[in-house]
């Protein structure tokens, strides 16, 4: 049962969050199956406590609604899709079920590929592939489908520089998705995951280079990469513009973002210790408006445009300090994994989330339900408990 849920769920969470939350609740009410184990498991405990204090802080919010339906987003894309990811303990299915997945994910971003360059439709049902000569979405917000994109590239990368015993055939094909993975990063015009890719990617190759003392795959790799992206570039005016008009004081994109921190940390000092409640930190227009260039009207903000400082100014010092708990947890279990087990899953998953931590410097994509979903999933799928002690490099 559990098996066939996860298929589901590695296939239709690339076209719809709304299955990643149907196949999700259901696992959920299977919970006692797998009880034991989740039990003990401090990242689902501190979830879980992160979770009752916002439903509780959400009681006292000016816009109960609101600061419920955040509550519950946040229950839905971390909880649940972690939970149901820890049910799948056999290291052979957690493979298959991630072959799904990312097949599934490549298949839809050579569409919307192909929708950039108008040789395919750029909507199917009313969602968005892509918007020609702009950016792709495979049906994502193309932010969040740069945290994608930078995902699905650690793992294709790593998994070239760390496997062992690789074919020549499968070298190149992971080398040609690392390549198609990074050109579609690009293509989502997401300048946060352009440095929270970066980033990634040069801490993937000192580890390897470190390990290995090579660096030839990394070079041909990134002269591959360079060159295509060049290419799209030259020929792209939308792109030349965005990256060439990048300004921190007259770009609104940009300076709207910083009036958006200022007023998050403003927000916070006025409501230290409990923040001011989920999703209320973008119904304070008085403070979004002093801290404005443009004065407009703010009562129509989504978010503050960080995860670090909306957590900080919605939930507070408490608050901050259980989600940065969750995150440590996160990374020390991942760790783990990778040390104890030699698992190349946790390792791809580790710099998977360094960019995503990164990436949300600049926008609030964990906050779900896509992105979120789909990386406390993995993560559930590898800290699950095995029987097997080691999963093969």
Request: hydrophobic share 50%; net charge positive; glycine share 4%.
């Amino acid at each position: 049962m559990f098996e066939f849920l996860n298929y589901i769920f590695s296939v239709g969470i690339v076209f719809s969050h709304v299955i990643g939350y149907i196949v999700s609740i259901l696992a959920f009410f299977f919970i006692y199956k797998n009880w034991n184990n989740i039990k003990n498991n401090k990242i689902i405990i501190f979830i879980t406590i992160f979770l009752v204090y916002g439903f509780i802080r959400a009681c006292f919010c000016s816009y109960t609604k609101d600061a419920f339906e955040e509550m519950f987003t946040y229950l839905t894309s971390w909880l649940f899709p972690l939970i149901l990811g820890y049910f799948i303990a056999d290291n052979h299915k957690k493979k298959k079920i991630v072959k799904v997945y990312f097949l599934t994910f490549t298949i839809l971003i050579v569409f919307s590929i192909l929708a950039y360059f108008g040789l395919f439709y750029q909507k199917i049902a009313g969602m968005a592939l892509a918007k020609e000569g702009k950016h792709i979405n495979a049906f994502l917000w193309h932010i969040s489908l740069g945290a994608m994109c930078v995902l699905l590239s650690s793992f294709s990368l790593n998994t070239l520089l760390f496997k062992k015993n690789l074919l020549p055939k499968q070298k190149v094909i992971l080398s040609l998705l690392t390549i198609l993975f990074i050109l579609s990063l690009y293509l989502t015009s997401s300048r946060g995951y352009y440095i929270a890719g970066f980033i990634t990617y040069l801490c993937i190759i000192v580890f390897y280079i470190f390990k290995t003392k090579k660096i030839i795959i990394p070079a041909i790799l990134f002269c591959a990469s360079f060159a295509i992206i060049s290419v799209v570039f030259c020929n792209s005016s939308y792109m030349q513009e965005r990256i060439k008009n990048t300004s921190i004081t007259e770009e609104w994109s940009i300076a709207n973002r910083i009036d958006s921190y200022k007023a998050a940390i403003l927000i916070f000092k006025h409501n230290f210790v409990f923040g001011v409640g989920p999703r209320q930190g973008v119904k304070q227009n008085e403070f979004h408006t002093m801290m404005s260039h443009f004065k407009q009207d703010y009562s129509d903000v989504k978010h503050l445009h960080s995860m670090w400082l909306a957590v900080l100014a919605e939930f507070g010092t408490i608050g901050f300090v259980l989600f940065c708990i969750i995150i440590f947890l996160i990374i020390k279990n991942l760790y783990y994994e990778y040390r104890h087990n030699d698992s190349l899953f946790a390792l791809c998953m580790l710099f998977a989330w360094l960019s995503l931590l990164i990436g949300d410097c600049f926008d609030t994509v964990l906050r779900g339900p896509r992105v979120a979903m789909d990386y406390f999933w993995l993560t559930g799928l590898i800290l699950a408990k095995s029987n097997n002690k080691t999963e093969t490099k």
